[in-house]
């Protein structure tokens, strides 16, 4: 792969890093940039890189290829910074949750010369820094890669050399499609443990609530503890697709809501909790294949049509169990107002 700049040597580029080294690529020499000096210094000490260089000129003057693992909001001053500096048939990528406006900077920022072929892994955690970097990260994970327009093959095709040498699936999407997507499974998931937590927070029962709590508020809170920067920046870069994703969240937390406080709705509650189980086990264990959605027919499935018979099959079990527990309760209260009765007879004959 010849020289690989990493500029920002975080919890992603120092991963990348690390990965690149159990790889081991012949002929390559791995170089890292910060902006903390002290980071680069551990950096280099850990052997996350090779060398280091003291400023982003020096870094990527002779680079074949670029890593811009920066938070979202340097990036466009990143790539104005290198520009001048990248030698010809340079290949730069990012790391950037998002994928519209970074294609635009990329476009306006970058010389004509060289390529740029987005990137985002779909790796990570809440914990950021360095220290916090690990070769596994990108492990079977999918890895987005969004070429631009005028991307050569050789350009686009190192980006998916550098991705498999990570340890990751590439996965190609255009700007459009990625931030769309991701706004859906990412964005929302992190502005809803941020609402989750505050919501726990804010009560004045908090000191209760958390000394009570157990796995599920903390996996579900999880999110919260991210770095407010990077949040911040993908909701300002993501807007759109944020709001748009977010409200068909709170229509679904409306109609649950609904469900829930309707006594008529027992059976439809039941269904949508059966229904999402068996859809999310059959998620985890075997994820659908991605097709054309304008291929897609409007007509049930086999799975749709299982789902259905299973559906209805836990209902109508859990409604006998419910109606038994309702017998059995009749059943005792009957008995306990017999037994009274009789307390009351012996007592009127004593």
């Known amino acids: 792969?010849?020289?690989?700049?990493?500029?920002?040597?975080?919890?992603?580029?120092?991963?990348?890093?690390?990965?690149?080294?159990?790889?081991?690529?012949?002929?390559?020499?791995?170089?890292?940039?910060?902006d903390n000096r002290e980071v680069m210094a551990r950096a280099r000490r850990a052997g996350v890189v090779d060398e280091t260089e003291p400023s982003l000129e020096r870094a990527v003057r002779e680079a074949t290829m670029v890593v811009v693992a920066t938070p979202i909001a340097a990036v466009r001053r990143v790539l104005r910074d290198i520009?001048?500096?990248?030698?010809?048939?340079?290949?730069?990528?990012?790391?950037?949750?998002?994928?519209?406006?970074?294609?635009?900077?990329?476009?306006?920022?970058?010389?004509?010369?060289?390529?740029?072929?987005?990137?985002?892994?779909?790796?990570?955690?809440?914990?950021?820094?360095?220290?916090?970097?690990?070769a596994e990260l990108f492990d079977e994970r999918p890895y987005c890669i969004v070429p631009s327009v005028d991307a050569v093959g050789g350009a686009v095709n190192a980006v998916v050399g550098l991705v498999q040498a990570l340890g990751a699936k590439p996965f190609f999407l255009?700007?459009?499609?990625?931030?769309?997507?991701?706004?859906?499974?990412?964005?929302?998931?992190?502005?809803?443990?941020?609402?989750?937590?505050?919501?726990?927070?804010?009560?004045?029962?908090?000191?209760?609530?958390?000394?009570?709590?157990?796995?599920?508020?903390?996996?579900l809170t999880r999110l919260a503890s991210g770095e407010p920067e990077l949040g911040h920046d993908i909701f300002i870069t993501n807007r759109e697709n944020v709001l748009h994703w977010l409200r068909r969240y709170m229509a679904e937390l409306q109609r649950l809501s609904e469900l829930i406080e309707s006594q008529d709705e027992e059976e439809s509650l039941f269904r949508t909790l059966a229904e999402a189980q068996i859809e999310r086990e059959q998620f985890l264990e075997n994820p659908p294949e991605r097709v054309d959605a304008r291929l897609k027919m409007e007509m049930p499935t086999a799975s749709d049509a299982f789902m259905s018979m299973m559906t209805g099959a836990l209902w109508q079990e859990h409604a006998k169990r419910a109606q038994d527990m309702i017998v059995e309760r009749t059943r005792i209260g009957v008995e306990s107002e017999a037994a009274r009765r009789r307390r009351l007879m012996e007592d009127e004959d004593d």
């Open 174 to 219: 255009d700007a459009d499609e990625h931030d769309a997507y991701v706004a859906a499974i990412s964005h929302v998931p992190l502005i809803s443990s941020v609402a989750l937590f505050n919501l726990a927070r804010h009560s004045n029962a908090w000191p209760e609530l958390a000394n009570i709590s157990g796995p599920a508020f903390k996996d």
């Open 1 to 34: 792969m010849g020289r690989i700049a990493i500029i920002g040597l975080g919890l992603i580029g120092g991963s990348v890093g690390l990965a690149l080294k159990r790889a081991e690529p012949k002929n390559t020499t791995v170089v890292g940039y910060d």
């Open 83 to 134: 520009g001048p500096h990248l030698q010809d048939k340079c290949i730069v990528t990012d790391t950037a949750s998002t994928k519209g406006d970074v294609m635009r900077w990329a476009k306006q920022e970058l010389p004509e010369r060289v390529y740029f072929v987005g990137g985002h892994p779909m790796a990570g955690r809440e914990k950021a820094g360095l220290q916090e970097a690990e």
